[in-house]
Nanobody, 123 residues
Framework: VQLQASGGGLVQTGGSLRLSCVAS????????MGWFRQAPGKEREYVAA????????DYADSVKGRFTISRDNTKNTVYLQMNSLKSEDTAIYYC?????????????????WGKGTLVTVSS
């Protein structure tokens, strides 16, 4: 199983980025997908999650209204559209798989993790 995240980069405050995470070696549509992030010197935190069919989504309060998670099961890909970026969004972003969207919300162990992609927001 491999989860490959991409799309990170350097962006100015107020700008936008779209992260992608492509899954291979797994039946993608069987899993809920989500994103976490870890800022320098801080613990990893939950960002957003989406159910296996895409019908349910959930967001951390810190990103609600600015970030949108979506998925394309025909491309084995989950996306994170990030708008109105702030300096505090600077972090390494990781995608992950779970059995259900509730696992993300309850902080349960993830089934698989991807390698991260760095997002840097400059003021």
């Amino acid at each position: 199983v491999q989860l490959q995240a991409s799309g990170g980069g350097l962006v100015q405050t107020g700008g936008s980025l779209r992260l992608s995470c492509v899954a291979s070696g797994v039946t993608f549509s069987n899993y809920a997908m989500g994103w976490f992030r870890q800022a320098p010197g801080k613990e990893r935190e939950y960002v957003a999650a989406i159910s296996w069919g895409g019908g349910s989504t959930d967001y951390a309060d810190s990103v609600k209204g600015r970030f949108t998670i979506s998925r394309d099961n025909t491309k084995n890909t989950v996306y994170l559209q990030m708008n109105s970026l702030k300096s505090e969004d600077t972090a390494i972003y990781y995608c992950a798989q779970a059995t259900t969207i509730g696992d993300f919300m309850r902080g349960y162990e993830m089934v698989n993790w991807g390698k991260g992609t760095l997002v840097t927001v400059s003021s």
